[in-house]
Every structure is written in structure tokens, then in C-alpha cells.
Nanobody, 114 residues
Framework: QVRLVESGGGLVQAGGSLRLSCAASGITFGINTMAWYRQGTGKQRELVAGITSGGRTSYTDSVKGRFTISRDNAKNTVYLQMNSLKPEDTSVYYC????????WGQGTQVTVSS
């Protein structure tokens, strides 16, 4: 059974930092892209950052220079280092792991106070 466990969310003041982690287990196929999405209240889910199996990264414009995505292939874990957080970053953050199928984490709340 595939399981994605996210951690690292919480409440932080504007300008602060958080590091999200997402550990995948039970995956029998090779993992391709790993990514982080977020969904604010009343908003559509949006792609925040992605990283390929070869380590190529991509970011949505609003987080470039502030967020860094990385992965540990030996641990099937993807990370999102978030610095210089802004109130508009407040959302539920979801990880997605793409193999033969797509798997989603349960979401972790990130709240940035002004």
C-alpha cells in the first residue's frame, strides 16, 4: 500500500522559514517527478515546485528565489525549504509523487502571519 506522509507545516511569522518533508513508502515502480502543490481557501490547487528524477527543478514565479525543492532518492523523500515566507503563502501544501500512477499526500497546513 502506497503511503505519503507529510510533515513540517505550522504557523510562522512573515519573513520566517519552514521546511516541509514528504516521505513515500510502498511504491513499487520507479519514481519520476516529485512535486509540491498548494491550495488556499477558495482557490484552485496550484503547482509550487517540481523536481525530476535527474534533479531538474522548476518553480512557480511567486516562489522563485525563496523556495527550494530537493529530494533524497534513497529515502523516497521530497523536501520544500521555504524562506522569506509571506502571508500569501498561507495554504495547505500537498506533495505529489509520480510513478506509473500519481500519488498525493494528505496535506499540511502552512500559515504565515503578518
Amino acid at each position: 500500500q502506497v503511503r505519503l506522509v507529510e510533515s513540517g507545516g505550522g504557523l510562522v511569522q512573515a519573513g520566517g522559514s519552514l521546511r516541509l518533508s514528504c516521505a513515500a513508502s510502498g511504491i513499487t515502480f520507479g519514481i519520476n517527478t516529485m512535486a509540491w502543490y498548494r491550495q488556499g481557501t477558495g482557490k484552485q490547487r496550484e503547482l509550487v515546485a517540481g523536481i525530476t528524477s535527474g534533479g531538474r527543478t522548476s518553480y512557480t514565479d511567486s516562489v522563485k528565489g525563496r523556495f527550494t525543492i530537493s529530494r533524497d532518492n534513497a529515502k523516497n523523500t521530497v523536501y520544500l525549504q521555504m524562506n522569506s515566507l509571506k502571508p500569501e503563502d498561507t495554504s495547505v501544501y500537498y506533495c505529489k509523487v509520480a510513478t506509473r500512477y500519481d500519488y498525493w499526500g494528505q496535506g499540511t497546513q502552512v500559515t504565515v502571519s503578518s
